[in-house]
């Protein structure tokens, strides 16, 4: 089984619509993060969290919100979604003692 | 603030050829710096890091990559490429606090021709 986990995988949506991408580790780190992925721009960070109590904006946090429900979960929100918010989204994890990441999947995001 | 230069944004070598891919970094301070592959459809994979340890760092699937104090530079290389190790590879930096995070450049596409 996969270490990090994201549902969806791939999500169609239209303007204005809410929705709400999810994240679940079993690798028992205590640190979470999601990014956005464009062609030609690589990964920006949007918010991570360095514990459960922890939540701290990125790059490019506008427009979206995360909730930290337990060490393993992390979602991310877009609230009123827009077309510019089309994108390839990757939750990554890692532990304090190390700065490697270890990155889900990604979900595919269109807003129409 | 840490910031990752990747010249260009696609390479094209012929299998069997030396694959190098450059990756430059700034920071004030010796950093950890990171290469990741993304295959298609797949999520980012660690390739290799460099931690202030040995100055050339081995990978997985015959990559390496050397750490230059001096050039602010952190390239990848692989002295024969196979088809498949075509796919987008970033490299990334991250300072060595403890509460430090990645910055990735914008990623370099490999292509690999028979």
């Known amino acids: 089984d996969a270490d990090v986990t994201q549902t969806p995988r791939n999500r169609i949506t239209k303007t204005g619509k809410r929705i709400m991408l999810e994240c679940s580790q079993t690798?028992?780190?205590?640190?979470m993060y999601w990014y956005r992925q464009d062609p030609g721009l690589g990964l920006r960070l949007i918010y991570y969290s360095f514990d459960v109590k922890d939540i701290n904006k990125g790059e490019i946090s506008d427009g979206y919100s995360v909730s930290r429900q337990a060490q393993a979960k992390f979602s991310l929100s877009l609230e009123s979604a827009i077309p510019n918010q089309t994108a390839l989204y990757f939750c990554?994890?890692?532990?304090?003692?190390?700065?490697?990441?270890?990155f889900g999947p990604g979900t595919r995001l269109t807003v129409l | 603030a840490q910031s990752v230069t990747q010249l260009g944004s696609h390479v094209s070598v012929s299998e069997g050829a030396l694959v190098l891919l450059r990756c430059n970094y700034s920071s004030s301070v010796p950093p950890y710096l990171f290469w990741y592959v993304q295959y298609p459809n797949q999520g980012l994979q660690l390739l290799l890091k460099y931690t202030s340890a040995a100055t050339l760092v081995k990978g997985i699937n015959g990559f390496e990559a050397e750490f230059k104090k001096s050039e602010t530079s952190f390239h990848l290389t692989k002295p024969s490429a196979h088809m498949s190790d075509a796919a987008e590879y970033f490299c990334a930096v991250s300072d060595t606090g403890a509460n430090s995070k990645l910055t990735f450049g914008k990623g370099i596409t490999l292509s690999v021709r028979p």
């Open positions: 690798k028992g780190h205590d640190r």
């Open positions: 990554a994890t890692s532990d304090w003692r190390d700065h490697e990441q270890f």
